[in-house]
């Protein structure tokens, strides 16, 4: 009788021990969670305007994300300009960085949709604020061709690549399970030179529209 209440003693300890010491969300999460992403890219912006014309999904290999429910907020839209080119626009908000916000990465939803990739390669945005970290690459199908650039944000911080996203997910994690940000701008474009500069010309623009407290969600402190 003695050894059964000891066990469940020590069951009642080991269930404390981890629920007080489990790592919980960081701070301000509940905060970020709850601004819903049509807030953070308007509709309009800098010659920039909604496409009424773009009713299908811009992003391939999403509807098993959403299936398993991988993020908590999903935006996708193409906006146009006074020349008539595109830009689509794909935004994946996670409340706790997961395998659904790595698999997010264009390298491996594009493949999963189908896509080849190409070209992967780290640059930065010079915008009027800040520099900001991004990858581009190009994916393309056969009548497809599309530059890409993203980046991904863990908490209010920009990460420039592998190893820093998994040195940040350790060092933040310390505090707590960060939230995380995957934005991604393409365009249907056979000159990437061009479209990638159509790209950086779009974010300068979306930037310069944003507040401060916007741009540091969107972009990163």
């Not at 049509?38 to 912006?45: D, I, V």
């Not at 909604?50 to 839209?77: C, I, N, W």
Request: charged share 25%; aromatic share 12%; proline share 5%.
């Amino acid at each position: 009788m003695k050894q059964a209440w000891r066990l469940t003693l020590l069951m009642w300890c080991t269930a404390g021990f981890c629920a007080w010491f489990a790592p919980g969300l960081q701070a301000n999460v509940d905060q970020r969670a709850g601004v819903p992403l049509e807030r953070l890219f308007p509709a309009q912006f800098a010659g920039w305007a909604l496409d009424p014309a773009a009713a299908t999904p811009v992003r391939p290999a999403f509807d098993r994300a959403r299936q398993f429910q991988m993020y908590d907020q999903v935006l996708e839209r193409t906006y146009v300009n006074r020349d008539g080119y595109r830009i689509m626009l794909s935004v994946a908000y996670g409340r706790r960085q997961s395998v659904g916000l790595q698999m997010h990465r264009p390298e491996v939803c594009y493949k999963a949709g189908g896509f080849r990739v190409t070209d992967v390669a780290e640059g930065t945005l010079a915008l009027p604020s800040r520099s900001l970290p991004v990858t581009r690459l190009f994916a393309s199908m056969e009548g497809r061709p599309e530059p890409i650039t993203y980046w991904r944000l863990m908490g209010d911080q920009a990460v420039r690549d592998e190893w820093s996203y998994r040195w940040q997910h350790w060092l933040r994690g310390q505090r707590g399970i960060p939230d995380g940000m995957l934005v991604r701008v393409s365009s249907i474009d056979s000159d990437r030179a061009e479209a990638y500069r159509r790209q950086a010309g779009f974010v300068a623009d979306l930037a310069t529209h944003l507040d401060q407290t916007q741009q540091q969600r969107v972009l990163g402190r």
